[in-house]
């Protein structure tokens, strides 16, 4: 792996699988609970896309990022996707309780965000950042209130993975030969138009760390009688997310409730009302041939959904921030990190040197009970 100056990993046996996980050089391993953050990647990714914020955080604080299973470092053992995202947040508990963290502040990115949310209902946190994250209800196949369009989430899953794609991640790919190329993804859907780095080839890197062996990505898919054919599996990465194995709505009755903060772009590709990676909108769009309908199958309204949760929790007595980034896509954390950097130490309460400006008071919608 291609680690940045001050980052190092090291593996941590578990009990259930040996977990990857970046530290920083210098950080102490007795550092309050409260001054502790976790960072939790998503999909076809790894911890290596959290280390320029990692970097960047204020040396008081303690910072790890974890490889989820079958991603970077981490053992590539199988995924049950029956109990959702479970195998993922119950490995991140592992790791903790094994380096003696009894909580922390949690970022997660993506499919992370839905990680995190999980970790949440089962375990005390101190507070969520969730970045673009994946939907409370899922990906794919439910209406606005969460409802699912069909009984086996046809649409949904594994099924959805394109073929070339997967073969490219096999193939370990780095070029932009193709628009299905790793780094051709990367730059359509992870980012906004316009964006470049000088670390691009980590961040491809990261990606190429995905196993597609089986069980991991991106899992089996079944026949279906509805459109498009396909169905949700119950083994795999992007099963864990069909709205049959996957449901976090159920932190709005969490009794004691941590403050969450949502970061996300408006030029977010992947998590959108109009996700080019919803098989419904494509159908839409005429991509995907023989769509049935807006009836049928509408496109999944994924940050209408989760805005409606998170006003949920408020009202039920949580603290939500809301920062909408104009112009970023998917990976604020990369796009405007600034921006990113101060709004979580600014929701996790650091106090210590100055942090950067403030980002446009315009961008913040704050919600609570209050």
Known sequence: MTLFDGITSRLVDTGRLSVNVLERTGDDPGTAADQTVVFVHGNVSSSLFWQEIMQDLPSELRVLAIDLRGFG???????????????FSDDVHATLEALGIPSAH?????????????YALDHPVLSLTLQAPVSPYGFGGTRRDGSRLTDDDAGAGAGGANPDFVQRLIDHDTTDSA???????????????GYTSAHEDVWVESMLTTSTAGGNYPGDAVASPNWPGFAAGNIGVLNTMAPKHFDVSGIVDLPAKPPILWIHGTADA???DASFYDLNHLGALGIVPGWPGDDVAPAQPMVSQTRDVLDAYAAAGGEVTEITVEGAGHAPHLERPAQFRQALLTHIGYVGRPADPAPPTEAIILRSAD
């Open 106 to 118: 949690f970022v997660g990115w993506s499919m992370g965000g839905g990680v995190v949310m999980q």
């Open 179 to 193: 628009p299905t190329s790793p780094r051709s993804v990367f730059r359509s859907g992870y980012v906004a138009p």
């Open 270 to 272: 992947i998590v959108s």
């Open 73 to 87: 470092g981490t053992e590539h053992t199988p995924i049950d996707a029956t109990r959702g995202v479970r195998d």
